[in-house]
């Protein structure tokens, strides 16, 4: 079965310029989560959704970034007036269940993009 | 506040050797405890984990338990290859009522010939 995808793989953008990272979970998947993982550190997380509810946004790093579910499935992490410190790879990571899954249900990550802002 | 902390690399062991990799933690309640592997050029993958106290989570050779009492969850494995040449991060989903995960900073393991 397919897993979690992400596209581009690769993204250079120009100081100042929006982007727009895709995700698609594994099908039928409830929770996605959104991670920055800056070149030589762990993942950090940076938003979470339930099915399309955004239920917590507290690890997004400023009003610049902005995250969307629509429908549920896929999600889309856009980052306004892009900087410098914006550069890392961000990951995608869906699981089965929801909150009523409990503290600690494996996620499933996808490959990352990276992002290098010049 | 919650944390992962694990020891820092690189690690660069024989082939055959024993591997330890040590992971403690800091969290409210007692989350599950994960190692996910990065093998170069790929994405993370869930390499074994564990739901609660005195577990042991195993997978392609690779052990760690679950230890309460030392806020513990170190990495084995008796003899490694060439192949296990990966980043090892270690986390626990104790990071929000949704149990988004706390990563350490990862260890680059090589292993040569």
């Known amino acids: 079965g397919a897993g979690v995808s992400q596209s581009p793989r690769y993204k250079v953008a120009k100081r100042g310029q929006d982007v727009a990272l895709r995700c698609d979970p594994i099908?039928?998947?409830?929770?996605l989560f959104w991670y920055q993982q800056a070149l030589g550190q762990g993942p950090e997380f940076l938003t979470y959704?339930?099915?399309?509810?955004?239920?917590?946004k507290s690890g997004l790093p400023s009003d610049r970034f902005f995250a969307e579910r629509p429908e549920g499935s896929v999600s889309t992490l856009k980052i306004q007036r892009t900087q410098q410190e914006d550069s890392a790879v961000y990951l995608c990571?869906?699981?089965?269940?929801?909150?009523?899954?409990?503290?600690?249900?494996?996620?499933?990550f996808g490959p990352g993009t990276r992002l290098t802002v010049l | 506040g919650n944390s992962v902390t694990q020891m820092e690399g690189p690690v660069t062991l024989s082939e055959e050797a024993f591997l330890t990799i040590n992971c403690t933690y800091t969290?409210?309640?007692?989350?599950?405890l994960f190692w996910y592997v990065q093998y170069p050029g790929e994405g993370l993958q869930l390499l074994l984990k564990?739901?609660?106290?005195?577990d042991k989570g195993s997978n392609k050779g690779f052990e760690a338990t679950y230890r309460k009492e030392t806020t513990s969850f170190h990495l084995e494995k008796g003899s490694v290859q060439v192949s296990d040449s990966a980043v090892y991060f270690c986390?626990?989903?104790?990071?929000?009522?949704?149990?988004?995960?706390?990563f350490g900073k990862g260890t680059k393991l090589s292993v040569k010939p």
């Open positions: 990571a869906s699981s089965p269940w929801g909150l009523a899954g409990g503290l600690g249900d494996t996620q499933y």
């Open positions: 959704f339930q099915n399309e509810a955004q239920l917590d």
């Open positions: 986390a626990h989903g104790g990071g929000g009522s949704q149990g988004n995960l706390i």
């Open positions: 099908s039928g998947h409830v929770s």
């Open positions: 564990a739901t609660k106290a005195d």
């Open positions: 969290a409210t309640g007692y989350p599950s």
